[in-house]
């Protein structure tokens, strides 16, 4: 790959990372204040899921739309993705969590909460690794399936996206499901919350490379039961 190719795929990375987190971020803390707490983990969800779809329909033939380090450490264990991608990748996806969660500040200066994804009362750093490595895992796994391995066509930006939602839908009352270390890291780094943020690193980390390594070399695409040949 090219340099001038790689740059221009990492500015898409860059401009995609920073729209999933200004948009999702941005929405959790927009609506924080309503109070009525299951519309507003609807709503967060569908914002986190739908942004995710224009994404992947945007910038996915571009540079793939990774926009989640998380997804772009799945796709290097899993073989399908170099180390020189990985690194310039994971360099702009965290540059561009950072830049959106800053953007959420100053849209909404002094808020108190600009969307940071932190554990639940009664949440222990144990179970922040356990539920998003887990959520990280079934998203990962929509990814290879849908998008890498095309499994869904045309409709696989739909496919994730509401992957996505759904596991904030879970995720959301527990620890803010972000299966994103950018979409942790950025709003942890700007609001100065970071006690937790080791945790939701291991987990997402982990679950990405289970997932990697499940779908790298175990579901592989081939032409078993169940499945009309091509």
Do not use: C
């Not at 222990?124 to 539920?131: A, L, Q």
């Amino acid at each position: 790959m090219k340099n001038s190719g790689l740059l221009r795929d990492g500015l898409a990375e860059f401009i995609g990372t920073f729209m999933l987190i200004f948009v999702g971020a941005g929405a959790a803390t927009g609506l924080a204040q309503t109070g009525d707490a299951s519309a507003s983990l609807l709503l967060v969800a569908l914002a986190h899921g739908l942004i995710l779809i224009t994404i992947i329909t945007t910038f996915g033939h571009i540079s793939g739309a990774h926009v989640n380090p998380a997804v772009t450490l799945g796709l290097l264990v899993g073989g399908k993705i170099d180390v020189v991608r990985a690194v310039a990748y994971w360099i702009v996806q965290f540059a561009g969590g950072i830049a959106g969660a800053a953007m959420v500040r100053v849209i909404f200066p002094d808020p108190g909460f600009i969307g940071q994804t932190v554990p639940a009362l009664g949440i222990t750093d144990g179970m922040v690794i356990v539920i998003e490595g887990l959520l990280t895992a079934f998203l990962v796994s929509a990814v290879y399936q849908n998008a890498v391995y095309a499994k869904t066509g045309n409709i696989a930006g739909l496919a994730i996206g509401l992957t996505l939602a759904a596991a904030i839908l879970l995720g959301g009352p527990l620890t803010g499901g972000s299966l994103n270390p950018a979409r942790t890291l950025g709003p942890a780094l700007v609001s100065g919350v970071t006690d937790s943020l080791p945790a939701y690193l291991i987990g997402m980390a982990a679950g990405a490379v289970a997932a990697g390594l499940l779908h790298g070399y175990v579901f592989t695409p081939t032409r078993g039961a169940g499945e009309p040949g091509r």
